[in-house]
């Protein structure tokens, strides 16, 4: 039996939100998900007008939603922003290639310019080269390391004022479970806030 969408507009709902056990169809969601997300740059005070940001495409399906959320939202809040892609190739055979077509994709989708480094030309090295040595124990943590200063190093030579980057729920639960668990106190306490930078980064 179809579900009405709790908004009342008259639609069946397509799907129930974790967060709030609303049951919303396609169009109500769209407009709570973008409404929420404005509201939180706002309260937040996330940006301002005339600033470069960046935003880290991954070519993954949180990046290329941030990206299109905050086209979007630049234009119907004319918040003045001037939007980049910027996006990191580690070096991994067989992995980024296909992902790093989706952000070209993104690029010409939401025409924004796109800078793509690669550990290659910032490190003199590539992921799979560093396997290689070091074999494949803690190479995850190693790469996720140089991914973030890459994009570090990326804002700075574009000369952006900060770096959007598409985290989830997910990805945040991850964090304080795994800080949790190896005890790391400082990054707990800061690793839920919505504006993270470590010193001289952006």
């Not at 996006?87 to 070209?104: A, F, M, N, P, Q």
């Amino acid at each position: 039996m179809p579900v009405p969408c709790s908004t009342k507009c008259g639609k069946n709902a397509i799907l129930k939100r974790p967060k709030t056990g609303d049951a919303m169809c396609k169009e109500c969601f769209f407009w709570a998900f973008e409404t929420e997300i404005h509201q939180t740059i706002l309260e937040g005070k996330l940006f301002q007008r005339g600033q470069t940001v960046a935003i880290a495409a991954s070519g993954g399906k949180d990046s290329t939603v941030l990206a299109y959320v905050m086209k979007l939202l630049n234009v119907k809040h004319d918040y003045g922003l001037k939007l980049v892609l910027l996006s990191v190739d580690e070096g991994i055979t067989g992995y980024r290639d296909d992902s790093l077509d989706t952000v070209k994709q993104n690029r010409d989708d939401y025409e924004m310019p796109l800078k793509i480094l690669s550990y290659e030309e910032l490190y003199g090295w590539t992921m799979d080269k560093i396997v290689a040595q070091i074999g494949r124990k803690n190479n995850c943590t190693f790469c996720g390391v140089f991914r973030r200063q890459a994009l570090d190093r990326g804002a700075a030579l574009l000369g952006v004022d900060a770096v959007a980057t598409g985290h989830n729920a997910d990805d945040l639960a991850e964090t304080v479970l795994m800080n949790i668990l190896r005890g790391d106190i400082a990054r707990l306490q800061r690793c839920t806030a919505i504006i993270t930078a470590s010193e001289g980064a952006i």
